[in-house]
């Protein structure tokens, strides 16, 4: 969340910032509006309190000497009844308060574009040499049910639309992803981290996922456990309500997982293979850093998925997302995208975001400097890499006229020295 000092002496600079991402303003009118109303009804009941205690004394004073005290016990009937009423107000207001608190996107780092859609957002760099082919490629659904390694029909059947069968070759292809991501990251100094994949309502409010996108989650109601649409979930809230010495920082977290996500907001969009699917494995890569540091450390982490799609000679591109584009959290995201030839499209695999203080804030996760001042550190947060799209990638790029794909050199020890997935024979 967003520092409530900064809200209160400069309004205006955070209505410049939900400008940006195209939010309305008027949001902040009506946090400053409750904030005075808290801080009203909170000197109010002070006051009371104070009035009371200072009629308590009287009552005493008048009983020792035998006075008439009716008098005083109406008025202080009377403090009672407004003091009361006045309780019960304040938490209702504090309660509109932080739930308008938690509708507040993070601010804009400068070096942003400023935009509202995809459209202006700014390609950086790109990679790769995109392959020529003499044949005309194949999507990645045809060339999988081809080969026998996806199975649309079968998963359709057992658990509806948007989900997938890996199997025989593509099965190994898939574990072979995430033990490559998982070794080559660890090479970076990343630890690894196997959290759970259900967690309670106040972990996806630290992440920032709750409450803006309740309706894209799944939640088991009877036990009150959301299913993570990412690892971030968990690893945002690894330190929550602890305090970590500066010495300790940066410190560097990875962890596979499946993720889940109900694609509400997705009716009719990518609804063939894997582009746009319900559950799907990712590793995903998370810091904690000292502010002054975590710029370099985004670049750093963006560098560490780049070297992961160079050593599966994927091509790839990346993009600066613009101020209207960025998700929720985030103050600076850069997408890392493939290119898919059958599709003839790019397709993002990976996201890397520095949300600052905006989810230490929520999780109370501080810092303490060297001298004892404590500070909020800044959270970052990537996929390195979620597999659906490398896999939708290496299928389209490494497949051969013949149908047989080719398996990344680096992927090979990983499925036993296999280098091609070859057409079944049929008995």
């Known amino acids: 969340m967003i520092d409530r000092k900064l809200l209160r002496e400069n309004p205006e600079l955070i209505k410049e910032a939900l400008k940006k991402r195209n939010y309305l303003t008027d949001i902040i009118d009506e946090i400053l509006s409750l904030e005075q109303q808290t801080r009203n009804l909170k000197k109010e009941i002070e006051s009371l309190r104070s009035a009371k205690n200072k009629i308590s004394r009287e009552i005493a004073r008048i009983r020792k000497i035998n006075g008439d005290v009716e008098p005083l016990m109406e008025t202080a009937r009377s403090l009672d009844e407004n003091l009361a009423k006045l309780e019960k107000v304040l938490p209702e207001v504090e309660n509109k308060l932080n739930e308008k608190w938690l509708y507040l996107p993070n601010i804009p780092h400068k070096s942003c574009p400023i935009g509202s859609s995809a459209s202006d957002n700014l390609v950086v760099r790109t990679w790769g040499k995109l392959r020529e082919f ?29 989900f997938a069968i890996y199997k025989n070759e593509g099965a190994e292809l898939e574990r072979a992803l995430i033990s490559f991501f998982l070794s080559e990251n660890k090479k970076k100094g990343y630890q690894e981290i196997l959290p759970p994949t259900l967690v309670k309502e ?9 409450p803006k996108f309740r309706d894209e989650m799944y939640y088991a109601c009877e036990d009150q456990l959301f299913l993570i649409p990412t690892a971030e979930t968990v690893l945002a809230n690894l330190f929550r309500d602890e305090i970590i010495d500066e010495s300790d920082l940066p410190l560097y977290f990875m962890a596979y997982t499946s993720c889940f996500r109900r694609e509400a907001g997705s009716y009719g969009k990518d609804v063939r293979g894997i582009v746009r699917v319900h559950q799907f494995n990712k590793v995903e890569l998370f810091k904690f850093t000292k502010p002054e540091e975590s710029y370099d450390e985004l670049e750093k982490m963006v560098h560490d998925v780049e070297d992961l799609l160079k050593l599966l000679e994927l091509p790839y591109r990346i993009v600066l997302l613009c101020t209207g584009d960025m998700g929720f959290a985030a103050s600076k995201t850069y997408d890392i995208e493939v290119w898919v030839p059958g599709l003839e499209r790019w397709l993002e695999a990976s996201s890397c975001s520095n949300t600052e203080s905006f989810q230490t804030r929520r999780a109370k996760t501080r810092m303490r400097r060297r001298d004892g001042k404590i500070e909020y550190p800044h959270a970052l947060n990537g996929s390195g890499l979620a597999t659906p799209r490398v896999f939708i990638s290496i299928l389209e790029n490494f497949q051969q006229e013949d149908g047989s794909v080719v398996i990344p050199e680096v992927l090979r020890p990983y499925m036993g020295g296999k280098d091609v997935i070859l057409r079944r024979k049929k008995n």
């Open 134 to 162: 003499s044949f005309t490629p194949k999507a990645h659904w045809d060339i999988g049910e081809d080969l026998e390694i996806l199975d649309f029909k079968r998963a359709g059947e057992i658990s509806g639309s948007r």
């Open 202 to 210: 106040d972990a996806m409010y630290v992440s920032a996922h709750l």
